[in-house]
């Protein structure tokens, strides 16, 4: 579907703009009129990381006006194998402050408005508003349930991405003209069953792949050309190279675009979405121990059986000495329990102590009472053991 130009053009282009956006104004489709809307657009980027990297680079280029970041994070050296608009000597530095650099570098006539701050219900509302288009660069489910809600609560349009492993998905919700991100995914899903990128990983490039598809709808929307993904779920498998469209329908029975919402207002996403489940949650209460309480198990040479529940390649990476790898899916299976040492205390640990405890609850209803997990997993025991060794 078409859909009319989101902003009216600026009054003119300098002669330098022109100049630089010389190859936009011969496309028919774009000329001076829209250009002079890209010059008078506002966006916002949600994040600038793997997705907000690429789309903040080229919607600078493209030459939108005002460019809105929504960052609270600094840069890792984990960073930059896929968000590119962070480099070496940036590492410590804020990721807002960094990308406004490589913004402005890339084009001077961008106004850059940073919001160093974590977008939360009681501040969303107020950022969105100063702005006509919203791209989703986030990675947590939290988050994106939250920008959903306040898109459609300001009707608002928005251009979603997603990218785990090989895999990314991009549409546009804009509850007006289609459906939204609950029309597309009602429910969470249960916590500890998506893994995150941290988690999972993600192949760099294909943060450019999504992001630059998420830049070319933002211009269509903006300039009020072609057929935007409004409607329609792009998905890319990159490792057999294939694009394929799903097609979305407005749900009339949504919370909060259908014809009878439920969610009239911001809700708490932290716990809609249940960043840990309740399971877990009292499993961990009076059973988790620090690295540093494990490090003197070790020396003391306790009875204990240290359990890794990562992934194999996480585990190639950095390991917890004396460690035995058992993937979390074995325990969800019950295949890993039959196993089990019964002479001796079972102590978990994962990256950070999440996928843990979800292990540690299974433990504890299969009545390995005595079973504990570690706060922070092995980046806490590299932090505060052996700091030499690389994180991830």
Not at 330 to 343: H, I, K, N, V
């Amino acid at each position: 579907m078409s859909l009319p130009p989101l902003v009216e053009p600026a009054a003119e282009l300098t002669v330098d703009e022109v100049r630089r956006y010389s190859r936009h104004l011969i496309i028919p489709d774009v000329g001076m009129e829209g250009q002079k809307r890209l010059k008078n657009a506002k966006v916002l980027c949600v994040g600038a990381g793997g997705l907000g990297s690429p789309a903040l680079m080229y919607l600078a280029a493209a030459g939108v006006g005002t460019l809105g970041i929504v960052e609270f994070d600094e840069v890792d050296e984990s960073n930059l194998q896929r968000q590119i608009i962070h480099s070496q000597s940036d590492i410590g530095r804020s990721k807002a402050e960094s990308a406004k650099d490589s913004v402005l570098g890339i084009n001077p006539y961008v106004n850059v408005v940073l919001h160093q701050e974590r977008l939360e219900a009681d501040n969303v509302m107020d950022i969105f508003a100063q702005y006509d288009l919203i791209v989703d660069g986030t990675d947590n489910f939290a988050t994106r349930y939250l920008v959903n809600d306040a898109a459609v609560l300001l009707n608002k349009p928005y251009i979603w991405g997603s990218i785990y492993r090989f895999d990314g998905q991009a549409s546009v919700f804009w509850s007006e003209h289609g459906p939204c991100y609950r029309c597309l995914y009602p429910e969470p899903p249960p916590p500890g069953m998506v893994p995150s990128c941290a988690e999972g990983g993600v192949l760099g490039v294909l943060c450019a792949s999504i992001g630059s598809i998420q830049v070319n709808e933002a211009i269509k929307l903006l300039a009020g050309i072609g057929d935007p993904l409004v409607g329609r779920l792009m998905i890319y498998d990159a490792l057999e190279m294939q694009y394929r469209q799903v097609k979305i329908r407005k749900d009339p029975d949504c919370a909060v675009c259908g014809e009878n919402p439920t969610v009239t207002e911001l809700i708490d996403y932290e716990a809609f979405c249940g960043v840990v489940s309740e399971e877990a949650q009292e499993a961990a209460l009076g059973s988790t121990i620090t690295p540093k309480q494990l490090k003197e198990w070790i020396d003391a040479d306790e009875k204990i059986e240290i359990i890794d529940v990562r992934e194999p390649n996480e585990f190639e990476i950095v390991s917890i000495p004396g460690a035995k790898l058992i993937p979390k899916n074995e325990f969800l299976m019950g295949s890993a329990l039959q196993d089990l040492p019964q002479d001796k205390r079972i102590v978990l640990h994962c990256k950070t102590g999440v996928r843990s405890a979800e292990v540690l609850a299974v433990l504890k209803s299969a009545g390995f009472a005595d079973a504990v997990h570690v706060g922070g997993g092995v980046i806490g025991w590299v932090n505060q053991i052996e700091p030499e060794k690389p994180v991830y």
